[in-house]
């Protein structure tokens, strides 16, 4: 019994020194190079897009104004659109990139704040 528990404890213990800070490596979020790249800015389209549809705001896109991204498909962008009153407001986006057929699209994670 006090070899089992030895062992279960040397297992976690083993995990939390050395496969913990290695996951948590891949999640390190870093600034986006190159905001005016076609598909940061197609994801931010995408977006206010997605967003469009399940809240029916009728924002206008109009561009990525800066972001970061973790590993190659989590993005928080910082995104610029017309509201139905013409004004510009500042949003964040988190999206994660998917590709199909070739084509990239997004999955809309969290926008805000609210329109």
């Known amino acids: 019994m006090r070899t089992s528990f030895l062992l279960l404890a040397g297992a976690v213990v083993l995990y939390a020194v050395v496969v913990a800070p290695m996951v948590a490596l ?21 977006a206010v897009d997605e967003q469009n549809k399940v809240t029916n705001c009728r924002l206008r896109f109009v561009k990525v104004l800066g972001g970061k991204v973790t590993g190659d498909t989590k993005y928080m962008l910082t995104v610029d659109a017309l509201r139905i009153d013409g004004s510009h407001k500042t949003y964040e986006a988190e999206v994660l990139k998917q590709s199909s057929a070739g084509k990239n699209t997004c999955k809309l994670v969290s926008f805000s704040p609210n329109c």
């Open 26 to 46: 891949g999640e390190e979020w870093r600034p986006i190079p190159k905001v005016d790249d076609p598909l940061v800015q197609g994801l931010g389209r995408c």
